[in-house]
């Protein structure tokens, strides 16, 4: 980006700062949203207070009583109601819940059928990755989730504030081009960016928004811990092995990771060819019930 400042610095610098909200409206977490994950993050955290708020929505209660019956949270039987579904969750992983209502109520303003795609595509991959990061030690699932989720949450926001971004999307399909090389080309801001001040203003934890930052760093297993902080690159190479599995079996053309990427993603967190093909396994048996 022209005139960009290092963007190796830790915290997005004051001129980037000032060039996206110049550029981009972020959008602001909905009160509804903010009042469930206020109770869910309490030292004691109110379990009937929680199931009122949810269940005032039916956004919340449906993304609730979903993620409770998918693969990364199923035991047992279905559940049908959602204190049965918070005892399931933890109050912890309705955060996941109710961020996720909330990024999807953000992409108002776009045709149905592009926030749909969006939709599916993003809530699925946040399921794989937490079911990969729960097999990994020292990961914590709903992180992966939420960060899996958010990524590339600012893509929506890109396509509502720049009329040619959804032709340029699909021109970096047709040359395989990376779309962060574009962003980078062509406008005062990138997906990254504006998604590390998403999260950062809808009060999620600051190793998602890290994470997010650097996650197009074609460096980004090099860097420096002072840099990138060790659990926001394991966020980072959880997602990119979830995402690559995803494209193979989606056959999909991936623009995200690429092969080089992916085998770093998978020496970073030690899967071995025999653990990458019980990821697979599980990854098959899990979008068979989804």
């Not at 729960?134 to 992180?143: E, F, H, K, N």
Request: net charge negative; aromatic share 6%; hydrophobic share 45%.
């Amino acid at each position: 980006m022209p005139g960009s400042p290092d963007k190796r610095h830790h915290e997005v610098s004051p001129e980037d700062l000032d060039r996206v909200f110049k550029t981009i409206e972020i959008p602001t977490c909905p009160a509804v949203a903010l009042e469930a994950m206020a109770e869910a993050q309490k030292d004691e955290p109110n379990l009937k207070n929680l199931a009122k708020t949810i269940a005032g929505d039916v956004g919340l209660t449906a993304t609730t009583l979903k993620l409770a019956n998918s693969p990364l949270f199923r035991a047992g039987g279905p559940v049908t109601n959602i204190n049965r579904a918070l005892e399931r969750l933890g109050t912890r992983n309705v955060v996941c819940v109710v961020v996720g209502v909330a990024l999807r109520s953000s992409m108002a303003g776009l045709p149905a059928a592009i926030v749909e795609k969006f939709w599916t595509r993003a809530a699925g991959l946040a399921v794989a990755a937490g079911m990969i990061a729960r097999r990994q030690y020292g990961i914590s699932p709903d992180a992966a989730y939420i960060y899996a989720l958010f990524h590339d949450a600012a893509i929506p926001l890109m396509m509502r504030r720049f009329e040619n971004y959804v032709p340029l999307m699909e021109a970096c399909r047709e040359r395989g081009q990376p779309l962060i090389e574009a962003e980078e080309s062509l406008f005062p801001c990138t997906h990254p960016i504006v998604g590390s001040l998403l999260v950062r203003n809808w009060g999620l934890p600051p190793i998602v928004g890290q994470a997010i930052r650097f996650h197009h760093d074609p460096d980004l297993y090099d860097l420096s811990d002072k840099t990138l902080p060790g659990m926001a690159l394991s966020l980072i190479a959880v997602t990119q092995v979830a995402e690559r599995l995803l494209c193979v079996k989606l056959q999909e053309q991936d623009l995200e990771v690429g092969e080089n990427l992916f085998h770093r993603a998978l020496a970073y967190l030690g899967i071995s060819d025999d653990d990458l093909a019980e990821l697979d396994e599980a990854l098959d048996a899990a979008m068979a019930s989804m």
